[in-house]
């Protein structure tokens, strides 16, 4: 199986400061068809997974534009550019490149 | 718009099984595969399997293999995860999400199943 390292797995960030987390695949996670299925979630407490990023870079409709994803291969990045409070929570990545799809262990995000 | 909603809260004894329902609206359910993704209490999100509502084709993660049933009812718009031989240790959110591999967009709000004698 595929397996996806998050780092930090913990970020304490300043209101107004950027944050970024990193994704690094075991193996590259370009898939045959040419695509890289590397998607981004959001996961506040209590809540079901939110649906930030797909396709390495390409923001799901409703995701804020502060919010962007980068990377190829087997390294990705989820930047925020100015965190704000409401985007206290877990972030995973997951490929779906490869079967069993797997997830990240989450990066937590919380207010210094 | 969108929406995926499940079945409710089930409590379960060791061994037993458990069926959770998802039910799709908002989008032609044929056109989207389902995925089921598992969140242990305090833990991780791990992915189950997917099941393609046009065809009923499914893919299962070896872990569950043997253990795990996908299975969709066209006519309502429904996906179906059966889970056997419950263990302590399958206690756990249960979570239904639309898929189109590129990513799972929509999710259900999930479906909290406890397993203890």
């Known amino acids: 199986d595929i397996v996806l390292t998050q780092t930090p797995l913990s970020s304490p960030v300043t209101l107004g400061q950027p944050a970024s987390i990193s994704c690094r695949s075991s193996q590259s996670l370009v898939h045959s068809d040419g695509n890289t299925y590397l998607s981004w979630f959001q996961q506040r407490p209590g809540q079901p997974p939110r649906f930030l990023i797909y396709?390495?870079?390409t923001r799901f409709s409703g995701a804020p534009d502060r919010f962007s994803g980068s990377g190829a291969g087997a390294d990705f990045t989820l930047k925020i550019d100015r965190v704000e409070a409401e985007d206290v929570g877990v972030y995973y990545c997951?490929?779906?490149?490869?079967?069993?799809?797997?997830f990240g262990p989450g990066t937590k995000v919380d207010i210094k | 718009q969108v929406q995926l909603v499940q079945s409710g809260t089930e409590v379960k004894k060791p061994g037993a099984s458990v069926k959770v329902s998802c039910q799709a609206s908002g989008y032609i359910f044929n056109e989207y595969y389902i995925s089921w993704v598992r969140q242990a209490p305090g833990q991780g999100l791990e992915w189950m399997g997917w099941i393609n509502p046009s065809s009923g084709a499914t893919k299962y993660a070896q872990k569950f293999q043997g253990r795990i049933t996908m299975t969709r009812d066209t006519s309502m718009t429904t996906a179906y995860m059966e889970l056997t031989s419950l263990r302590p240790d399958d206690t756990a959110v249960f979570y239904c999400?639309?898929?189109?591999?590129?990513?799972?967009?929509?999710w259900g709000q999930g479906t909290l199943v406890t397993v203890s004698s």
């Open positions: 396709r390495i870079s």
């Open positions: 997951m490929q779906a490149t490869q079967f069993p799809f797997t």
């Open positions: 999400a639309r898929d189109d591999r590129s990513g799972c967009d929509y």
